[in-house]
């Protein structure tokens, strides 16, 4: 029985096809997986607790909402260092940023190479209460990486939501060891991040 997911995506696949945005052996392997999981009638995979049709639907939902966080991050972060009150302070946030821009451009590239289009978008809401908050000169270097701080107090617990995917992936060996690249990447960004919080807020 083929369900309203796996439909759904075998349309956009052809779609993707056609127009050309991917190649006749990726779409013919990708089709396979769809006829895959039409045979074994449920959802083998799930991202973010939900049951999702293929590894190819799981993975592209992880990728945009990926890309979608770290291109805002990106932002904010930029925001922030050209408001920088502390040298110790910019040096690492300088990383970061750029860390954050690269790894959007990556996972974008990535997602396109699949035959997805960048759809994920951070809330407007949520986009002026973070861009006002870190290109405040009137908050201190030290407020901002407590408030970032206390975002990631668990940070397995942070990236749990790419890692489950990357233990879950067994055909696209391509998209899992770049995640797992970047996943080093944002566990060094957050050590960072945290000590440096730790020396600009002694007392806490």
Known sequence: MVTATQDFEARQLLKAYRKGLISDELFEAQMIELRRGE??????????GQPVGSEREMIMQLLDEFR???????????????VSDQECARGGLRVVQQREAYHARVLEDRLRELGGIPQCSVSAERREQDLAFYASREKTDAEKLLAVASRITDPAQTLKYITSVIDQIQEDQQSKELLRSLVQDEVSSITWLKEACALLNPAR
Do not use: K, M, P, V
Not at 39 to 48: E, F, K, L, S, V
Not at 68 to 82: K, S
């Open 39 to 48: 045979q074994n009638g449920q959802a083998q995979y799930t991202y973010n």
């Open 68 to 82: 979608c966080r770290e291109n805002f991050a990106a932002e904010y972060l930029n925001r922030w260092i050209d």
